[in-house]
C-alpha cells in the first residue's frame, strides 16, 4: 500500500469520508493535503487514522487524543524540499507564476461579483419603472393614494367605504 484516497481509507477503516477528513484537519501537521487540497495517506498517516479509531472506540475525545511521533518524519515537508532545491532564477519565476494566477482570481472574483450586482441593478430598475408606471396611471385616473393618517383613522377600520376604496387600491396593483 502505497498511498490511498479519503475514500479508500474511510472504507478500510469502516467511517465514513466526512469523519476521516474531519479527523485530518483536526491534526494538520500529521496529514498533508496534495496540490488540489485533497488528502493522500502514506501507510503510517492510514496507520494514524486508525490509531485514532480505536483512542476513540476507547471512549477517549477527539480533543485528547495525542498522536505518536513518526521517527521516520522531519519537519520538512516535500514541497519545501523542492523549493529548496530550486535554483533563484526558477524561484523566481515560480513566484511570478503564482502572482499571476492570483491576480487572474482576483479578478475572476470581481468580474463574478460585478456582473451580479449589475443584475441587481437591472432589476431594481424595473422595479422603480413599474412603480413610476403606476403612479403615472393613478395621475391619470385621478387616484388619490392612502394617505397613512386615512389609513389609520377608525373609520376606515371596519365595512365602510374607505375599506372597499382601500381593497380596490391595493388590487389596482396587483
Same mark, same amino acid.
Given at each position: 500500500?502505497?498511498?490511498?484516497?479519503?475514500?479508500?481509507?474511510?472504507?478500510? +477503516?469502516? #467511517?465514513?469520508?466526512?469523519?476521516?477528513? =474531519?479527523?485530518? /484537519?483536526?491534526?494538520? /501537521?500529521?496529514?498533508?493535503?496534495?496540490?488540489?487540497?485533497?488528502? !493522500?495517506?502514506?501507510?503510517?498517516?492510514?496507520?494514524?487514522?486508525?490509531? #485514532?479509531?480505536?483512542?476513540?472506540? +476507547?471512549?477517549?475525545? &477527539?480533543?485528547?487524543?495525542? &498522536?505518536? !511521533?513518526?521517527?521516520?518524519?522531519?519537519?520538512?515537508?516535500? /514541497?519545501?524540499?523542492? &523549493?529548496?532545491?530550486?535554483?533563484?532564477?526558477?524561484?523566481?519565476? $515560480?513566484?511570478?507564476? %503564482?502572482?499571476?494566477?492570483?491576480?487572474?482570481?482576483?479578478?475572476? %472574483? %470581481?468580474?463574478?461579483? %460585478?456582473?451580479?450586482? =449589475?443584475? *441587481?441593478?437591472?432589476?431594481?430598475?424595473?422595479?422603480?419603472?413599474? &412603480?413610476?408606471?403606476?403612479? *403615472?396611471?393613478?395621475?391619470?385616473?385621478? !387616484?388619490?393614494?392612502? /394617505?397613512? $393618517?386615512?389609513?389609520?383613522?377608525?373609520?376606515?377600520?371596519?365595512?365602510?367605504?374607505? $375599506?372597499? =376604496?382601500?381593497? =380596490?387600491?391595493?388590487?389596482?396593483?396587483?
Amino acid at each position: 500500500m502505497n498511498t490511498m484516497k479519503t475514500k479508500d481509507a474511510s472504507v478500510q +477503516l469502516g #467511517i465514513s469520508q466526512t469523519t476521516v477528513k =474531519r479527523w485530518a /484537519s483536526h491534526y494538520p /501537521s500529521s496529514f498533508q493535503k496534495d496540490h488540489l487540497g485533497h488528502y !493522500i495517506f502514506s501507510e503510517y498517516e492510514f496507520n494514524l487514522l486508525q490509531y #485514532i479509531k480505536d483512542q476513540i472506540e +476507547l471512549g477517549n475525545p &477527539l480533543d485528547q487524543i495525542e &498522536l505518536p !511521533i513518526n521517527p521516520n518524519s522531519t519537519s520538512v515537508d516535500a /514541497s519545501e524540499i523542492e &523549493l529548496m532545491s530550486m535554483d533563484e532564477p526558477n524561484m523566481i519565476s $515560480r513566484i511570478y507564476e %503564482v502572482e499571476r494566477s492570483l491576480h487572474q482570481k482576483a479578478d475572476e %472574483v %470581481v468580474s463574478a461579483q %460585478v456582473r451580479q450586482h =449589475r443584475t *441587481e441593478l437591472e432589476e431594481l430598475r424595473q422595479v422603480v419603472a413599474q &412603480l413610476a408606471a403606476t403612479v *403615472e396611471t393613478m395621475q391619470k385616473k385621478n !387616484i388619490k393614494p392612502v /394617505s397613512q $393618517r386615512e389609513a389609520l383613522q377608525p373609520s376606515s377600520l371596519g365595512n365602510t367605504p374607505g $375599506r372597499a =376604496r382601500k381593497k =380596490r387600491f391595493f388590487r389596482f396593483f396587483f
